[in-house]
């Protein structure tokens, strides 16, 4: 055993950057095939999108330490490897409930990778979530025009695809008002906003929000374990959310303070 | 959006180092609790263990650049997380399979976290799969012997722990053939020397087989992509099997020299 | 050369994370070595600080980005064997100024070797800066102690060693002011509390200096390159200063902003 | 001083991967301007190249694990530093003997940047080797007939670069003969093959020596650390010579085993 041991000297540290944000990011592999494999609707399937939140919701119900895929951890590797994997499970183990008729079809099975990024402020972490929101605004205004000009005006896909090149926001507005008597401002939320997930706590009035953003970098080490444990468990009690909500201005950060500062706030009254 | 876009740069690259070997390690989450939970059998659980195998043999059918989980990629955390949620999925999908009368109750649902570690030659990725199968044997054989002696022998895990400390394979080999008449050597293959999993080819002759394992050092990046892509097809028409032997003397990759060259062999005659 | 041309591939990139603190750890190699061999006065030798302080200087000069060893680079290696190297060339061309009598003798040529760290917030840079001061203290009241027992007291190292195991700060201002008459609260600051070098401009009234820290976390890949330019003549123009004085405190850093937000202040007026 | 003791949480490890190549690259920082400043002789400043040389004689003395650069080492940075450092110490203060009427003049002083890359086996070592010395002839061979064109032609740059511009190695060698009577094959070995240092043992015959390469790929680990100080002290004693010879053909590395094998061969007979 012993003239084998020295493989262990190949294994490479990956510590993580204390007190800085990690965002996880989860991406189907080749989920264009698959959703024609198993007839996604066009340009937005709801259960599909329904069953991406509710697998994220069981991630986030089964690692108390994430919030916004807000995540502490020592060791890089083993906390996105067991995000990926975690979603994975749920993903496979829920498809039956949101897609009953369309049963999971090996070699067909949905799989995900995954990749970490550190920000090291809140500020910067507002900034990546803003720019993930305005995308997905840009992108579902585009897919909304498309699929409506194909599966509604008759287009090939090739045909609307060269009208919309170079085309601004407004012009798509138009398209779908003008052609289609279709109100973009009136698509569902979940399209044009996106899912944000997170635990739920009583919302604060935000003049009386602490201004000050300083708390959350406050060095999380400096936290005893016992300390660390207490917090944990009250995230465990609270519920976890899915949101369609605009999280680029203040007004939702100031609301829910806890996000960012990972202090857990009142569990709100039950109605 | 633009005045977003600057959170890109934060994304670190993590290339990998080209012509070495890459070792995947996967490993259950809280495997102990969930073993529990479903009422895996002591010391081993023929069908958890195969279906390990069955989520495996598909990860290696779908992904053809594995062997023996050797893989070539551009990049690490993608590879790591594609090979564990790839993993996740069949296991959790083919779980009914192997436990029809255990269903998966959430949120007990298995997960894998991996990592990824760097071999620079076929020597030392063979000393570290002869460490893994010693290890594997060793295991093995204070599992069946603790367990025997807890299940059989009516003994606390507490006093069988204590009695076991310090001894030596001997000395386990004794307990088990004096106390319950039991021959180790008569176990069952895949609990002695573990599973192995490998595309098979037609065996060649250890005295034929080139002794060179030079080839295996030619810069896998002089091929040409047409060349990787036909070798890549080559890679999907073999038969995935899963196999208990040993892997530590020569004999096993001198007959199967196209684990460590990467070049497929000879379909064998189908019976 | 096309042929060899692959060996590129091998180059690993090594891009700094964006937006934080870093800091550059410069160390003397075998210094104890070299110390006895250049015959350093002990416990402080002020020819060989005022040398070390006179080639930081030449660094601080030479890259205007550093501040506090403060920079901004998109590479790390280079980064940091670029200070290592401008601080070697320094130290080895100004030795003679500081060793008028001791000229070099290779093979015993002084040599550094570095690192470099990266802290996410200004709030844990100053706590760094802070351990390192403390750190200072001890190790200074410590040999002060240790080589006045020795060379004053006629002590054997062993004995002076074995005396102070144990004792805290208390016990050994004691033993110099009592058996040696010694005030060490007398000892000169550059011992005591460390060099500290930074550009110098006019002092702020700390009342009247912002007090948000926010400034220094806005994104630094924001500023126009142009802009970045202007930052870095007005850096090249002030005086690089050595100072021994308290960084621990706030009023350090209150009274001179531009450490941490890296923008110039006013030039002093010249008396 | 143990509330700011988190701050070492925040250094990094970067373990190196053992049982590989590891080439250190140093380059000079800023060297145009630098060889300006100092006046250096176009194309090739043979007392440039010499101190450059010399320096590096000194860096493998002192670092006995070097041999062409190869070295073993546990930590990444410490080693890229040390060596940057080793470099410039000597570079500094060898200066005045290969440039005695030309003085150095800060803040004019020459620095470096280094980085390391990592190679899996020999054979890509070489190949990375051959690169560099096939480099090493293209930009000699430019520089050669772009600089006799310039001072003994009595061209313009731009025109010399123009008419350079699409050539092969044939049209350059046929310019400097036609034109200026100049065989470039006998330009001096130095310029056309650049320099190679190692430590000097006795040739072997090429016949005799050991065929197999697979000793380098013996586990380093694997030796004692007494078998590696009796390795140390012997390529102490070695000579460090400076070569120009071909490196791309075996015959180099057949004669001289023991640059790739790490064991040091027999001392040759003083004459």
Chains 1, 2, 3, 4 share one sequence.
Not at 178 to 206: A, H, M, T, W
Request: proline residues 6%.
């Amino acid at each position: 055993m012993r003239r084998f041991e020295y493989v262990k000297d190949f294994e490479q540290p990956d510590v993580l950057l204390p007190n800085t944000w990690i965002v996880v990011r989860i991406d189907g592999r080749g989920f264009h095939k698959l959703s024609d494999h198993y007839a996604f609707v066009k340009p937005n399937d709801r259960r599909a999108l329904d069953l991406m939140n509710a697998a994220a919701v069981e991630v986030m119900k089964d690692l108390p330490d994430l919030c916004i895929a807000y995540g502490v951890s020592d060791e890089y590797r083993k906390l996105v490897t067991t995000i990926v994997s975690t979603f994975t499970a749920y993903y496979i183990h829920l498809w039956s409930i949101y897609f009953p008729s369309t049963p999971l079809q090996p070699p067909n099975l949905p799989s995900f990778d995954g990749r970490a990024v550190i920000y090291p402020s809140s500020r910067i972490l507002r900034d990546y979530m803003s720019w993930r929101q305005v995308d997905c605004h840009i992108n579902n205004l585009y897919n909304t025009t498309f699929w409506t000009m194909v599966l509604q005006g008759g287009m090939s896909n090739t045909d609307a695809e060269q009208e919309l090149k170079g085309t601004v926001s407004a012009d798509k507005n138009e398209i779908l008002f003008k052609r289609f008597g279709i109100n973009y401002n009136n698509e569902e939320e979940i399209y044009k906003k996106g899912s944000v997930l997170y635990r739920q706590y009583e919302l604060q009035d935000p003049k009386e929000a602490p201004a000050s953003q300083e708390e959350d970098s406050l060095p999380e080490a400096k936290q005893s374990r016992s300390q660390q444990d207490k917090l944990k468990k009250l995230r465990r009690k609270a519920q976890v959310v899915v949101d369609h909500i605009d999280i680029i201005k203040d007004d939702f950060w100031e609301r829910r303070p806890w996000i960012l500062s990972g202090k857990p706030g009142k569990l709100p009254v039950q109605g």
